[in-house]
């Protein structure tokens, strides 16, 4: 069974870095693209960021853009969003999900993206606060 487990959320101030972790289990990590999306309380969700089957493409939406970076470590079927610079605006709890190598990173940025979110984990909460 498909499984996610996001960690490394906390409490930052604005210009600090935090990175985040997503554990995988019951597949291989050439099964599935992955993203990382996150969500707040009355915001519809948003993809921040994806990798691609072989880690070649790496595609980030426009409000985090050159400040975040998602990377990946395959034996240990472990990916990783490193994030920099961070503004109260940030702040959510970011997912991890699991996404078909049809459909690839390229959707997940379009308007009804988060369709193409197949499966994804409880989640970690960031905040950034003074």
């Known amino acids: 069974q498909l499984q996610l487990v996001e960690s490394g959320g906390g409490l930052v101030h604005p210009g600090e870095s935090l990175t985040l972790s997503c554990v995988g289990s019951g597949f291989r990590a050439d099964d599935y693209v992955i993203a990382w999306f996150r969500q707040t309380p009355g915001k519809e969700r948003e993809v921040v960021s994806c990798?691609?089957?072989?880690?070649?493409?790496?595609k980030y939406s426009d409000s985090v853009k050159g400040r975040f970076d998602i990377s990946r470590d395959v034996p240990r079927k472990t990916w990783y969003l490193q994030m920099h610079s961070l503004q109260p605006e940030d702040s959510a709890v970011y997912h991890c999900?699991?996404?078909?190598?049809?459909?690839?990173?390229?959707?997940?940025?379009?308007?009804?993206?988060?369709?193409?979110?197949?499966?994804w984990g409880q989640g970690t909460l960031v905040t950034v606060s003074s």
């Open positions: 990798i691609g089957l072989s880690g070649q493409m790496r």
């Open positions: 999900a699991a996404v078909s190598p049809v459909n690839g990173c390229t959707p997940l940025f379009r308007p009804d993206g988060e369709r193409y979110l197949r499966t």
